[in-house]
């Protein structure tokens, strides 16, 4: 029998409205909600329907409804990676993610300690993104906060973001990465659901790739930073880059550690739709680093995510390890 015990770490809050834009006429890239049938609402960007989205969004009884049949206890909400935004010039970022914010704390309150926080930062502006991550933090409380697999094209291992994660190590923040705008759409063939399906591991495997050759948990070592999708394509992708430490002594010299032994102090979701794909990520980065996650409430989620670990034959040790205490490392709440 599943237990009601898993924590998600990868689930996603749109409000039911977002803020009005105060400044003359809004740019085309800010979003807005309009109605759609039944429950739903089409959520409007650059004057395009990005996404048509169910009340399970934005309504925390909706969302905890469904708890007892995905076997959760727990759910970290974050926005959907859309909405993170850093296309916007820096004030309109910073105004957009701390009402974003601001609607995740209101989610969190009506839960009854069902929900936690991840938050957004306007990642444009390092001055503004410190600043709404100490709001975030010690105003409403987060565990951590949400960034895209790259920052306008910058991956989570270029320099300029230094400043951001020694600020999440100091300030004991976790940080969940997403696909985000994922490089490659241009090489895939079919209907747009395709970012979704193929391109976004493909950019997580590159961002999770480029924190371990910019030796990012060697200076960062206390960091909490997790991927997305299982890591994506890294899962593809270590075996080359350990392989290649030792043959090319310009890599071996510039990533300072073994990268396995980097890729095993991250953390991934386990979110993968696959058991055999489950079973190696568990024996590639270790049983203490993988988590629970299930992209709800959109279409394309895992409903069952508890269930799977149990049908993927772990020991009773792993299975609690990956449907909670890991998570609650993770995002340092109490066991």
């Known amino acids: 029998m599943t237990c009601a015990c898993g924590v998600d770490v990868h689930a996603h809050v749109i409000p039911h409205d977002f803020p009005a834009y105060l400044r003359g006429a809004a740019p085309a890239v800010w979003p807005s909600m309009a109605p759609a049938h039944e429950c739903h609402r089409h959520v409007m960007i650059d004057g395009k329907n990005y996404r048509t989205v169910s009340d399970k969004c934005w309504s925390v009884s909706k969302r905890l409804s469904d708890f007892e049949s995905m076997g959760l206890q727990v759910q970290a909400i974050s926005p959907m990676p859309e909405l993170l935004s850093y296309w916007l010039v820096p004030q309109d970022g910073f105004e957009l993610v701390r009402y974003l914010n601001e609607q995740i704390a209101l989610m969190v309150s009506e839960s009854g300690g069902a929900l936690v926080g991840l938050g957004a930062v306007p990642l444009q502006d390092m001055d503004l993104a410190l600043k709404e991550l100490e709001?975030?933090?010690?105003?409403?409380?987060?565990?951590?906060?949400?960034?895209?697999?790259?920052?306008?094209?910058?991956?989570?291992?270029?320099?300029?973001?230094?400043?951001?994660?020694?600020?999440?190590?100091?300030?004991?923040?976790?940080?969940?990465?997403?696909?985000?705008?994922?490089?490659?759409?241009?090489?895939?063939?079919?209907?747009?659901?395709?970012?979704q399906v193929l391109a976004y591991p493909s950019d997580v495997g590159l961002s999770a790739a480029s924190a371990i050759t910019s030796n990012l948990m060697v200076r960062y070592p206390k960091l909490r930073i997790a991927f997305s999708h299982g890591g994506g394509t890294l899962l593809s992708l270590l075996p080359r880059l350990q392989q290649a430490w030792g043959v090319f002594p310009a890599l071996e010299s510039y990533v300072q550690k073994s990268p396995t032994e980097q890729a095993r102090s991250l953390y991934f979701d386990t979110l993968v739709f696959d058991t055999p794909t489950l079973q190696h990520l568990v024996q590639v980065f270790g049983s203490t680093q993988l988590m629970l996650g299930t992209d709800y409430p959109f279409n394309f989620h895992d409903h069952t995510p508890v269930q799977r670990l149990l049908d993927a034959g772990f020991d009773a040790d792993t299975v609690q390890r990956l449907s909670h205490t890991n998570a609650r490392t993770f995002l340092g709440t109490p066991l």
């Open 135 to 195: 709001y975030v933090k010690h105003k409403l409380g987060f565990s951590g906060v949400e960034i895209g697999s790259n920052i306008l094209g910058k991956p989570v291992g270029h320099p300029d973001l230094a400043p951001f994660f020694e600020a999440c190590e100091a300030m004991d923040m976790a940080v969940f990465v997403h696909a985000l705008r994922p490089v490659g759409m241009d090489r895939l063939v079919g209907p747009p659901a395709l970012q």
